[in-house]
């Protein structure tokens, strides 16, 4: 618990002082927001807003991690190492999205193909060595199995190259959800501490009926619960820490760079605890989100009419007049309804019966 602490309170500071900073380099140096011209008329304001704050995240998420397990003397293990692994280099496609965007001045940066590639790419490498067998530990559990997962593990294997291509589905779907909900101040930053919290109360839960200590009904055959909350928390401090500046009106925006790392460590953290179509609930504002675009381009492709005024979904309750606080409150509201049901169906299992 105290590297839980630690590590998230490492990472709060860091991101809570070091933001000021970003913005001040970043606002010299030009790196401001670049607004869609289609998109609602109240964005222009936001024109110019330094962006890739993402990075303060990154940052400050990898040294307090670090830093929670050398200050209480733990070895960072293998899942933990994997996660913040996957977190930074979907950070570095994010980042190289976002600095095509100020380098061009246009509001599109990689190709839509190029940036999957790059999220294919991490995200390959990331499924091929959560399953390698030289990373077990003393009993034979590796970070993940080529299972699919809900509370844990079910049915078959379903083989290396299926979980793969499973697994680099979900890192791209997420990464990209994350992505597309990040389009009002502090929306995306709110709705993932949230998502965050949540896994780490799970890690906790996971690492106190760990398998290797007792076996019991309902015991997890989890790699590295412990460290794995150990993740969540520093990354939901270094969200924390941001969203003083990134909440309304923001004076910073995370950019691609946080949205992509953000999605990414909420899918390696699923993932690492063995709860992959959990997350679909624990993110279901993500997913909601997602789904409006999908929905939007659908219905526009087939019928040549659109469902909303304007997709993401938060911009069509712009364009109906809802203020952008209204907006991200009651959004940050539907995440936590989402992450109650998600956790109670987590912990329902263990109810008496």
Known sequence: MKTILLAAGVSLLMSLFCTPLAIRIFTRRGYGQLIREEGPAGHATKRGTPTMG????????VTGYFAGNIFTGQAPTVSGLLVMMLMA????????????????????????????????????????????????NGYDITAADAHLSFLSDFGPSIGTVAFVLWIVFLIAAE???????????????GCACLVLAAYMLIGIWQERNDCTNFLAPHCYAVRDPLDIAVVAASVLGACFGFLWWNAPPARIFMGDTGSLALGGVLAGLAVCTKTQ????????????????????????KLTGKRVFRMAPLQHH????????????????LISAMFVALGLGIFYVQWMPK
């Not at 990075?55 to 998420?61: D, E, L, M, N, R």
């Not at 380098?103 to 990689?110: F, P, V």
């Not at 309750?317 to 940050?332: C, D």
């Open 89 to 136: 280099g979907l950070g570095l496609v994010g980042f190289i999205d976002d600095f095509i965007k100020i380098y061009k001045q246009r509001s599109l940066g990689l190709r839509s193909s190029a940036k999957l590639a790059g999220q294919g790419i991490v995200g390959a490498l990331f499924a091929v060595l959560v399953l390698q067998q030289r990373f077990a």
């Open 175 to 189: 990464s990209n959800a994350v992505n597309l909900t990040d389009g009002l101040d502090g929306l995306a930053t």
């Open 54 to 61: 993402g990075t303060v995240i990154v940052i400050a998420s």
């Open 277 to 300: 179509l959990l997350l679909a609930i624990l993110g279901g504002i993500f997913v909601v989100i997602a789904l409006s675009v999908i929905i939007q381009v659908g219905s526009f």
């Open 317 to 332: 309750f712009e364009l109906k007049g809802w203020a952008e606080t209204t907006i991200v409150i009651r959004f940050w």
